[in-house]
């Protein structure tokens, strides 16, 4: 186990909601990422927190964001669901000074209807 | 055309045979490269990770890396049913933390 929890484990949702999902990163982790990996598909960076602001972002429009708090955990937000955002979402946390080293959660996995 | 290229598979071998698993890469810039290892309904496992080029290995596992020709490998010795799972190429750029994936590939080692 990687010490990185998730919740909820399963979301349904429907087109146009909004949704927030959540991380528990390792203690003393004070970077967490974020990722969606579609069915059949690698996961795909959506952005970093590091020290509770974003530190990078991916290929995601601004209808996904994010907060990161002082207490190691984060959210992902992603407003006006669409269909295409059914997917397995990720948060990965690691050390400021070992980005390299990633510890995935066991992530949330998104149906929007 | 993705930055990371890994064959989907599946792929299906029989209990003890010697797994290969590949992945190329476009991005020269990369030089921190990771196997993840992802379980159904799992979120993805670190397996290996290189700097760099050259080879690693960790029990069964070997982890190779030919920057040259911009291609990664992971060999699996005595391959167990345990092994079946997703396998995921990642890579990242120095002083980046973003990961690039592979798309993976699904392995089945039948006993």
């Known amino acids: 186990e990687t010490g990185v929890t998730q919740s909820p484990t399963h979301l349904i949702k429907t087109r146009g909601q909004q949704v927030t999902l959540r991380c528990s990163s390792q203690?003393?982790?004070?970077?967490v990422s974020w990722y969606q990996q579609a069915l059949g598909q690698g996961p795909q960076f959506i952005f970093q927190y590091y020290r509770e602001e974003e530190n990078g972002r991916g290929n995601f429009p601004p209808r996904f964001s994010g907060l990161q708090f002082p207490n190691y955990s984060s959210e992902l937000n992603v407003n006006a669901l669409e269909l295409d955002d059914s997917a397995l979402y990720l948060c990965?946390?690691?050390?400021?000074?070992?980005?390299?080293?990633?510890?995935f959660g066991p992530g949330t996995r998104l149906t929007v209807l | 055309q993705k930055e990371v290229e890994q064959d989907p598979g599946p792929l299906s071998v029989p209990e003890g045979a010697i797994v290969s698993l590949n992945c190329t890469y476009s991005?020269?810039?990369?030089?921190?490269f990771m196997w993840y290892r992802q379980y159904s309904r799992k979120g993805p496992e670190l397996l290996m990770y290189t700097y760099s080029s050259g080879n690693k290995e960790d029990g069964r596992f070997t982890a190779q890396v030919d920057k040259s020709s911009k291609y990664i490998s992971l060999f699996i010795r005595d391959s167990q049913p345990s092994d079946s799972a997703t396998y995921l190429c990642a890579m990242r750029k120095g002083g980046a933390q973003k990961l690039v994936f592979g798309q993976g590939t699904r392995l089945t080692i039948n006993p």
């Open positions: 990965a946390s690691s050390l400021e000074d070992r980005g390299d080293t990633q510890y």
């Open positions: 991005n020269s810039a990369f030089q921190y």
């Open positions: 203690s003393g982790h004070n970077t």
